[in-house]
């Protein structure tokens, strides 16, 4: 599993651990159910998950976890809420989703080009993690380049040199 997922699971395992030790502490009221916090929590791991680390997909989804889990929370807390508030909050969710999503898109730029250059190595192991797509791998024969291509969505490379081996 990659290391930022894996730091995002472990957040939100501790973030859910708090929100139950808080509540059997009485400090967050027994009539909090343990959905909202967990929707409002996926959410924003989700946001977080797509923008900082470029996880796929966009924002809608996340956001209106955040948002059906904020009525929920709400609903739990009795704060005086009309029942018609609902609607509207998941339209307005959606649409903050869509934007972010756009924004995010046209942020990226599109495609990406990607070079990695051979620097005299001798050995090289590349390593692909492919999302979804089209993905076509070709040699090449001679010249400096050991990767070339385009990459639509974002890329992100690591290369280790060590000695006349490359790994990427």
């Not at 959606?94 to 995010?104: D, I, M, P, R």
């Not at 969505?153 to 280790?160: D, F, L």
Request: charged share 20%.
């Amino acid at each position: 599993m990659d290391r930022n997922r894996t730091v995002l699971w472990g957040l939100l395992l501790v973030g859910i651990g708090v929100f139950l030790l808080l509540r059997n502490a009485d400090v967050i009221p027994q009539d909090v159910g343990p959905w909202p916090p967990i929707l409002i929590a996926i959410g924003v791991w989700l946001v977080l998950e797509r923008a900082l680390f470029g996880g796929g997909g966009g924002f809608v989804w996340p956001i209106l976890f955040v948002a059906v889990g904020v009525v929920l929370l709400l609903d739990d807390l009795d704060v005086p809420a009309d029942e018609d508030i609902v609607v509207p909050v998941i339209v307005i969710a959606v649409g903050v989703g869509l934007a972010l999503s756009a924004f995010s898109r046209s942020r990226s730029g599109g495609a990406e080009d990607v070079t990695v250059l051979l620097e005299g190595a001798t050995e090289a192991n590349v390593r692909i993690d492919h999302g979804a797509g089209r993905l076509r791998v070709g040699s090449m024969l001679g010249g400096a380049e050991l990767v070339r291509g385009r990459c639509v969505g974002g890329a992100r490379t690591e290369v280790r040199r060590s000695g006349s081996r490359l790994d990427l």
